[in-house]
């Protein structure tokens, strides 16, 4: 989903403040060099901000003020006045601060971690975060209203008269200026939402019930804005690391806050009858995944009253220039704190120069009318409704205008108008239609989508050089049915492939779903080890352009397949599949499946197999799109899997040829370790009762390809160990950069170091090996000890490309066994 956003937007690529005073420039010191995160508020208020790296600075206030205060750790504080309501270019010297009182401590730089006041602060918030907010009630709820927008930012002339708006300047006709970077913004987005939360901190219970919904100009934003909310998913200041876009970001609250940022007291005040300390804070080092900003704490319940964190630019993150967070919260019986507000902005650009061009995606959430301890049963949260509800969704006026918690200003009422505009432009059309193809590699006609193009064209050693077109049912995202197809040809095989695929939602609100297929098809059966009868499925393996060695062991499949899938609780669920296959080699001449029939000792060159799988599916913390028959995940990799499939094969049926039972299962889950990174972790086992072929065993899933494709062994040949009793186990972490930060020469590339390492371990029974004796060369196993091999990565490596260094562990003496090797990928990251 990303791909759309850089796609969309940035091929395409405000709310109206009426501000009173706007005021930036930049602040140096006598020798005329930046001052980064000197602190700067206008003067008799508490409306402030912080300068950046390079010592620039913007902020704006809806009331009249006549100066600034600009004031920096060691250095003396200055007063500007401000002759006019908008003052811009300004450049403020400080003058270094001589230290005139001895008990008068002063910080430069670096701050002391003792007898610092704003360090013994942070100590009485660590001591009583656990007791503020909702967390302190049995039971909570609370209504909900969201704003979601995104915003193209720099507008200047060059970008009016572009040629790819030609048709399309009357979008320009209103831009403002963001209260946050000053920057000229037009917008091009905007999304609305109420909710009712439900809270219970007894049972972990938690449901929100969506009452309204609206967005601007597209009938079909459900994927975009599921995305955009997956980005600014929801956060505690208070705990240790806050993520956003795929990283963990040392909160200014960690209790580890103290070993990455300085903190500065540096002034107090009544803020809603309430005495408050300021403390400033901002990062030691460079390119670590940190915040500048600043924070109002409470001097008796040590609660957070107001807190800003901005992402400094040498933050090791893709694609975001900038990210501004601000939180504001209300008090409740002079005790507890509650949030109020919660506003997020981030620049996606290309490029973090000053000036560059990009897009602000803008999120505004309020909270009001709480309630507590009102007891909600179990049933309630548990309960499912019809979840696409159109009512929801065809609100009318007169309901938002009761529902909202802020009135829209008169430019975001514009943006409803705009993009209805828009869609009837041609120039928007074309690069609409552009966008949709980079995002979802599928050509749009009138209900039906040609695709998708990333499959057109691949090669291996048995088809040579291969074409494949195909596409699919398509009017819209909620789509009760789907019907999907493909062709292809091999132009060194010269034979004809296909696949074709329905399937319908009966119900959805238990989203019982009946499919079928049925596909004849070139593959590499020895990918992937728990896998499933997707009669539209393909691995990588079977079409690689380039490959180590003879990538000649694969099989001709003719596979057809009836199943049922049934979600009886979110996230969860169980399906039952038939189907039936033939199996043989795609060449014999380079690879055998031959096997002894047990019965009549005859020798058999194809397998045909009848067989009934069930299995079990739990996605645990998984964000989808979608009320249709295909759902989009929205946080990919992000989520835990556990998956249970029990097979069954029936000899006899349809000229079947064996009987037997498999267990597979599999585990896989991410591990955000703080400020360390992130750990992947997937652990398959499995085991087949009975006597079966080398075409029904289990093989561990080699890689002959230059692709670094996850859950692979990258040393390990086609079919090198073939097991029916496997466990194996992979594990990669990412450092997200957080070694080569410290190396100074590595420092400034925003380079990410990667280490993994990966075993199997299986055996095969006699009776397995004898049926398969015209295989024997095939049969090896890990049996011996656990096979393993380790790998050292790169990342991020011009923001788009990656490399791995693979080494095996053991069993050199294999056949063509390889004991280094080299893989890449590419991909957006953030």
């Not at 802020?406 to 690069?431: C, I, M």
């Not at 095989?493 to 019982?512: A, E, P, W």
């Not at 693979?806 to 991909?827: E, L």
């Amino acid at each position: 989903m990303r791909y759309w956003v850089l796609g969309v937007l940035f091929i395409l690529g405000n709310i109206s403040i009426f501000a009173q005073t706007k005021a930036g420039g930049q602040v140096y010191d006598s020798n005329k060099q930046p001052i980064p995160f000197a602190n700067i508020i206008f003067v008799n208020s508490t409306v402030g901000t912080i300068t950046d790296e390079n010592g620039r600075f913007y902020m704006e206030s809806d009331q009249n003020h006549n100066g600034i205060k600009v004031s920096f750790i060691g250095f003396e504080t200055k007063t500007v006045n401000l002759t006019k309501r908008v003052t811009y270019n300004m450049e403020v010297i400080l003058e270094e601060e001589a230290a005139a009182l001895d008990e008068v401590v002063i910080f430069k730089g670096k701050t002391s971690k003792k007898n610092n006041p704003a360090i013994d602060i942070l100590r009485k918030i660590w001591k009583n975060r656990r007791q503020n907010g909702v967390k302190k009630f049995k039971q909570y709820q609370y209504d909900k209203y969201e704003k979601l927008e995104f915003d193209l930012n720099t507008i200047d002339s060059a970008l009016v008269n572009s040629r790819i708006f030609n048709g399309m300047e009357f979008i320009f006709e209103d831009i403002d200026t963001s209260r946050i970077t000053g920057k000229t913004y037009l917008p091009i987005f905007l999304n609305e939402a109420i909710s009712k939360v439900y809270g219970d901190n007894e049972a972990n219970e938690l449901k929100e019930v969506l009452t309204g919904n609206k967005n601007a100009g597209f009938s079909d934003n459900q994927t975009l804005i599921a995305f955009i909310k997956d980005l600014y998913s929801d956060y505690d200041i208070y705990n240790n690391y806050l993520k956003f876009f795929d990283k963990s970001f040392t909160s200014p609250l960690s209790r580890t806050g103290i070993d990455v940022y300085n903190y500065v007291l540096t002034d107090s005040a009544y803020i809603d009858n309430k005495w408050c300390y300021n403390i400033v804070y901002y990062p030691r080092r460079k390119n670590e995944l940190t915040f500048k900003g600043d924070f109002w704490v409470n001097d008796s319940t040590w609660a957070i009253k107001d807190i800003n964190l901005e992402v400094t630019k040498s933050a090791n993150i893709n694609w975001v220039k900038d990210l501004y967070i601000e939180q504001e919260f209300d008090v409740l019986n002079d005790s507890i704190f509650l949030i109020t507000k919660d506003y997020f902005q981030s620049d996606f650009a290309f490029s973090k120069k000053e000036k560059s061009r990009g897009v602000y995606g803008k999120r505004t959430t309020l909270y009001d009318n709480y309630k507590f301890d009102i007891k909600k049963s179990k049933k309630f949260y548990q309960s499912q409704v019809d979840p696409y509800d159109q009512d929801i969704y065809n609100r009318a006026d007169a309901f938002w205008e009761n529902a909202r918690m802020e009135e829209l200003n008169k430019d975001e009422k514009k943006v409803y108008k705009l993009l209805d505009t828009l869609r009837t432009v041609k120039a928007f059309k074309r690069l609409y239609n552009i966008g949709t193809i980079l995002a979802t590699g599928y050509i749009e006609f009138n209900g039906f989508d040609f695709g998708p193009l990333f499959s057109t064209v691949g090669f291996n050693d048995i088809e040579g050089w291969r074409l494949r077109a195909g596409g699919r049912t398509y009017f819209t995202a909620n789509d009760r049915w789907r019907i999907e197809g493909y062709g292809a040809y091999g132009f060194k095989d010269n034979k004809f492939k296909y696949g074709l695929s329905g399937k319908y939602l009966v119900d959805r609100k238990s989203r019982l779903i009946v499919s079928a297929g049925n596909r004849r098809d070139v593959e590499q059966l020895g990918a992937s080890l728990t896998n499933t009868n997707d009669v539209e499925g393909r691995s990588l393996a079977s079409s690689s352009i380039i490959a180590t060695g003879d990538n000649d062991r694969l099989t001709s499949i003719n596979l057809s397949a009836l199943s049922m899938q049934l979600e009886p609780r979110k996230n969860l669920t169980v399906g039952v599949t038939g189907s039936f296959r033939t199996l043989k080699p795609a060449d014999r001449s380079r690879f055998s499946l031959d096997f002894i029939d047990p019965e009549t000792g005859e020798l058999k060159q194809k397998i045909k197999q009848t067989e009934i799988a069930t299995s079990i599916a739990y996605f645990p913390g998984r964000k989808t799109t979608g009320y249709g028959v295909d759902k989009i995940t929205v946080n990919d990799g992000d989520f835990a899997t556990l998956f249970l499939n029990y097979s069954v094969g029936l000899k006899d049926i349809i000229e079947s040829d064996f009987e037997y039972q498999k267990v597979q299962f599999l585990y896989q889950q991410p591990w955000n370790i703080g400020g360390f990174g992130r750990l992947n972790s997937t652990l398959e086992l499995g085991k087949t009762f009975g006597d079966v072929p080398l075409g029904l065993l289990s093989v561990i899933p080699g890689n002959q390809t230059y692709l670094s494709i996850y859950n692979t062994f990258p040393l390990l040949n086609f079919y090198e160990f073939v097991t029916d009793t496997y466990a194996t186990l992979h594990l990669e972490h990412n450092f997200n950069g957080r070694i080569f930060s410290r190396i100074p020469l590595l420092r400034k590339l925003n380079l990410r170091e990667l280490v993994g390492i990966r075993g199997a371990w299986g055996e095969l029974s006699d009776a397995n090996r004898i049926l398969s004796a015209p295989s024997e060369e095939l049969l090896l196993t890990p049996n011996e000890e656990i096979y393993w091999e380790y790998s050292l990565g790169v990342g991020n490596i011009f923001k788009i490309f990656r490399i791995d260094f693979h080494f095996r562990g053991n069993y050199f003496d294999n056949p063509d066994a390889r004991d280094f090797g080299v893989t890449g990928s590419f991909g957006f990251y953030f």
